[in-house]
């Protein structure tokens, strides 16, 4: 009754309020106006990132390619026999140059490690390489250097470097990524840390993602919203989400690598290397990492779960569904595309996590493969890390290889998560 | 423990309740029924007793409690947070809201189609399959959907698509496929709301031929604020209005032809002809 009495007593707008004629065209091309800057405004934001990620992208490609300037200790010319140069001996003249330019205990040890009978050529020839050759990195040049100041590059490699050999060098190569852990720049490799990775982020999943999706099943579906311990709880999840990772390093450093040691170090079950691995193992790491992005998986399940509409509920329910039947045949196959989205992004997270390991105690220099989830481990972040620390030039070369490496890794799983979820989504909607 | 929803056999005390003079038994009864979301009353003190085997019609103007009583006789306001029915509604000789009555099972004998077609996102057949399917169902699948659809009027235009999404069939075949799919779970009686309000006219038409054709085996409710349709489908009208607490309550509950022509109550007749709402 009020609001109807007071719109009689408004008197009628008086002429010339509204603009009108070329007032209002005016007043049109100037909102217009206004939009346009706006729109022009968000492009630059967009291009302020693109150019961002180009100037990443370059600095990353200038490091892991370009030319090397190396010096040999001794020169392979002079290993030549007979005039044969030395990657066109037989396997024994291999081994008897071997013989007389190394020492006799490091020989015995190759022995030990694996007879020279039982060696291939190839590979004699590379211990020649690496113990006799030895050849050592005297300067790195850049990709953008290389191809266009390539006169420059070789004028300062023979000023600087004389008698130095100068080559163009990818550091990223197979052997670099088929290769364990070296001191030796031109021989290292990524392997482990690959292996470490993948092994990390599998338990991360394995342990992240049923509880993930289960706690958000049980958040959407089942918990009273109303009651004051679910909205704590739901609260306490939201703050999770941002809490800085470092933190969750310290929370798996005193659960999973001391309390639990038992368990982690895998004593309990009898396997294990108490000496070296001590509850930093991999399972400590993919715990620390799986609890860091629970909470990610869980608010991003609700928040699927949430928006399958509840018109299908209604229908599953309509029809004498229980619960649990609704929930399993409709809304989980419809929330799951979404779910999916979130743990790709929240394991795209995980495998570039570094600070947490730290505290939990990735080793840095591991030679050989972890063999399951209680080795002792390194992952790629770690070992860029360790990598980029380092003084010498040449380390920074094999940083940006395998920061190329953790990219294409992160990609090639990401490509395969989205191409599950596509399927789902495709055998869902049949046409 | 759960109870079987018994048989009729318990006859109801007479009551004040609104009933038309229909014959040979009442397939559901609401006894001072009353609907709370928190502290809101939406409908107050409901007597209905809805014959057998024929179409009932609720009419009233917006907000008047139409869909919250429909949905009360399958218990579908269980899901609604915060809902609370006072009163009793009775099925087949048992209270529904007893504490012993799990409403899963009131459910599948008592059917719901809903306003906006809600087909599942899958394959035609496999929305009328799972139903039954979930329920138990252990005969012959392609025999009992096939039933299904043709009862629904829906088979000769889908048996060559059984395997597409149901999605890419048109509104009026994806409300008959709802309601093929409700059908084949084997209900008694099948409650809509506003079955044909997201329908074009010919698509209405056609569920209203198929509601006609579906009472001859099941009760069916519904809903609707198209008052023609009403007139032109139902056996009997209930009229629901709204008072000014926004609190709806059941005006008057009797024969269509009764309701449209001589009503008893002077609101009816306001809202049959016009003058309100």
Same mark, same amino acid.
């Given at each position: ?59 990353? %490609?200038?490091?892991? @390619? ?19 140069? %030395? ?41 020649? %390489? ?41 550091? %990223? ?35 992240? @993602? ?81 609890? +860091? ?104 070369? +094999? ?33 | ?5 018994? /048989? ?24 001072? $029924? ?24 609720? =009419? ?122 409700? =059908? ?7 409650? $809509? ?17 198929? $509601? ?12 609707? /604020? ?52």
């Amino acid at each position: 009754m009020n609001f109807i009495h007071q719109r009689q007593t408004v008197s009628q707008p008086a002429e010339g309020l509204m603009p009108s004629g070329t007032a209002h065209h005016e007043q049109v091309v100037a909102r217009q106006r206004r939009g346009r800057t706006w729109a022009v405004v968000f492009q630059a934001a967009v291009l302020a990132g693109i150019l961002a990620l180009c100037a990443l992208l370059f600095n990353i %490609l200038n490091q892991s @390619f370009g030319y090397v300037a190396i010096v040999n200790t001794i020169d392979p010319s002079e290993l030549a026999v007979e005039g044969l140069p %030395l990657n066109e001996l037989p396997k024994d003249k291999l081994v008897e140059i071997l013989e007389a330019n190394i020492s006799a205990g490091l020989m015995r040890r190759y022995e030990n490690d694996m007879p020279f009978t039982e060696r291939s050529r190839e590979n004699v020839h590379d211990l020649i %390489l690496e113990r006799v050759v030895e050849p050592q990195v005297q300067a790195t040049w850049g990709l953008f250097d290389s191809i266009f100041a390539r006169g420059s590059v070789f004028a300062e490699a023979e000023e600087r470097f004389p008698g130095s050999e100068v080559y163009f060098r990818s550091w %990223l190569t197979t052997s670099f990524i088929s290769k364990s852990q070296s001191s030796e720049p031109l021989r290292a490799g990524v392997r482990t840390a690959i292996f470490g990775s993948l092994w990390v982020v599998a338990i991360t999943i394995l342990f992240s @993602f049923p509880i993930g999706v289960g706690a958000a099943i049980y958040l959407e579906e089942y918990a009273q919203k109303e009651r004051l311990l679910n909205r704590l709880i739901q609260t306490n999840i939201n703050n999770l989400a941002g809490v800085p990772s470092i933190i969750y390093g310290m929370l798996g450093l005193a659960i999973f690598v001391r309390i639990l040691e038992v368990i982690t170090s895998g004593a309990f079950l009898g396997i294990g290397d108490q000496s070296t691995a001590n509850g930093r193992t991999i399972l400590s790491a993919g715990l620390t990492l799986g609890l +860091l992005i629970l909470p990610l998986i869980i608010i991003n399940g609700q928040e699927a779960i949430r928006a399958v509409p509840s018109s299908l509920r209604q229908a599953g329910f309509g029809l004498g569904a229980t619960h649990w039947q609704v929930i399993w045949h409709h809304v989980l196959p419809s929330a799951m595309p979404g779910v999916l989205t979130g743990t790709i992004l929240a394991v795209s997270r995980a495998i570039g996590e570094t600070a947490p390991l730290v505290v939990v105690g990735a080793s840095t220099f591991i030679a050989l493969d972890p063999s399951g989830p209680f080795s002792k481990f390194t992952v790629l972040p770690i070992q860029i890390y360790q990598w980029t620390s380092r003084p010498q030039d040449e380390f920074r070369n +094999l940083a940006a290889a395998a920061i190329l490496v953790l990219l294409i890794l992160l990609l090639s799983l990401n490509a395969s998560a989205v191409l599950l979820r596509n399927r789902f989504d495709r055998s869902r909607a049949v046409s | 423990m759960t109870v079987a929803i018994k /048989h009729p056999a318990q006859a109801q005390t007479e009551t004040v309740s609104l009933s038309p003079n229909g014959t040979g038994g009442n397939a559901i009864e609401a006894e001072k $029924m009353s609907v709370f979301y928190g502290d809101f009353c939406a409908v107050r003190d409901v007597y209905m007793k809805v014959p057998s085997n024929k179409i009932t019609a609720i =009419i009233g103007p917006s907000g008047c409690g139409k869909s919250t009583v429909l949905r009360c006789f399958n218990r579908m306001n269980d899901l609604i947070a915060g809902a609370r029915i006072e009163g009793e509604v009775f099925f087949q000789g048992q209270n529904i809201y007893d504490s012993d009555v799990d409403p899963v099972e009131v459910r599948r004998r008592i059917g719901m189609v809903f306003q906006k077609p809600n087909p599942f996102p899958k394959t035609i057949y496999e929305n009328v399959a799972w139903g039954t399917r979930i329920n138990g169902f252990r005969g012959d699948m392609d025999e009992m959907v096939e039933r299904a659809l043709r009862s629904a009027a829906l088979w000769e235009e889908v048996k060559d698509k059984l395997q597409q999404s149901a999605l890419g069939l048109s509104g009026g075949q994806q409300q008959r496929l709802c309601i093929a799919r409700a =059908i084949a779970v084997e209900p008694e009686i099948i409650l $809509m709301d506003e079955p044909a309000s997201a329908l074009d006219p010919i698509a209405t038409l056609r569920i209203e031929d198929l $509601m006609k054709e579906l009472s001859e085996k099941y009760t069916i409710i519904v809903v609707t /604020h198209n008052m023609q349709q009403a007139a032109r489908i139902s056996d009997y009208t209930a009229f629901f209005s709204v008072d000014d607490k926004r609190t709806g309550n059941l005006i008057e509950f009797d024969d269509t032809e009764k309701i449209f022509t001589i009503p008893s109550q002077k609101s009816t007749e306001d809202y049959i002809t016009g003058r309100f709402g």
